[in-house]
DNA sequence: CGCACCGAATTAAATTGTTTATTTAAAGTT
DNA sequence: AACTTTAAATAAACAATTTAATTCGGTGCG
């Protein structure tokens, strides 16, 4: 870092060299984008009784079953306390039940009713829906490079844990 | 049934014509992304004793004291009550303050505090530093092209409320 | 003037999400 | 074997967000 010039406050000037602006405007742009991909896939994953959030759980079972509260909140990038408060939630739905695994006392293996089986198609449904609304008018190309910068700033943040320094 | 090509499972195929998997891929993407962005800035905003999803409403209001509720949900893109919980807070808090608009009982006009003024500059500092994080690595090119793409994909799912047709 | 309607704000209820702390079981150490 | 440490799941507390329903002031019509 601090190879180049224009990291330093800057505050004074509002002039047009907006280098450091592109990335101020950065945590309110995602941040709107996905709440109105979350709105919307809220709305679509309605018709199956589900919340968003639930359908990643469901998706990756439908892939996986047995897998285990800790592995789920890793696939999906949430926090342990978010998996099992959401478990807790879609088991009391009937989409999936909790089993202890006999070898470990300490796991819970977390599968598919017939239930969460059969919504298993209508979220991917949704899902793809819901991306295709919003890739409207890109080009192939262009989601496909909004995936990989969108996966590079998902890197960086998660490499940045606490840089609470002045 | 006005859907047609791509609607397949693929599921066998890693090739690379992956047009509608990509798009598939997108509601997730953005949404892990906005999650790690939320974290960062969360954190980095503690410090001001600040929320995200705090942080907008004090700097529109920096920028235009006294606007009322529906249009600072309006300008965040959340919803009115969404607004108004958050307003609740942040006057508890102590950074803001309702006033009745003397002309129109209806309105709400909110203003910043002393206190609300005097964590302006860190909020700004934050939001910034965060997507520089986010932003490690990538030219400013790109950056803007990320942003670009975000604002489509948000005005894609905002031009379709429920669209349910088939 | 009274009643219907609209619009802004709020309240209510449901969920996801986080951090911090607690329980419980497995593993490691002495 | 008893104690300590670690790991997984959970519980509690706090915040954001949404939709649906409610309150309340303004406006319009009869």
């Keep these: 870092m601090s190879k180049k010039k224009g990291d330093k406050k800057a505050k004074s000037g509002k002039k047009k060299e907006l280098e450091g602006l592109s990335a101020t405007d950065l945590a309110p742009a995602i941040t709107q984008a996905a709440r109105s991909m979350r709105t919307a896939l809220s709305r679509s994953l309605g018709e199956s009784g589900l919340y968003a959030g639930q359908d ?3 998706l990756i079972l439908a892939e996986e079953d047995g897998m285990t509260p ?30 202890a695994d ?20 209508q979220i991917g449904r949704s899902v793809s829906e819901c991306g295709s609304i919003a890739a409207k008018g890109l080009s192939d190309k262009e989601i496909r490079t909004l995936l990989k910068l969108l996966k590079t700033i998902e890197q960086n943040l998660q490499s940045e844990p606490s840089d609470d320094r002045g």
């Excluded at 470990?104 to 239930?115: I, P, Q, S, Y």
């Design 102 to 121: 006999g070898t470990d006392g300490r796991l819970t293996k977390v599968h598919l009713t017939e239930a969460g089986l059969r919504t298993v198609e």
């Design 70 to 99: 800790g592995q789920l909140a890793i696939r999906l990038g949430v926090k342990a306390p978010t998996m099992t408060r959401t478990i807790g939630r879609m088991e009391a739905q009937g989409f999936l039940e909790r089993r």
């Design 56 to 58: 990643g759980v469901i």
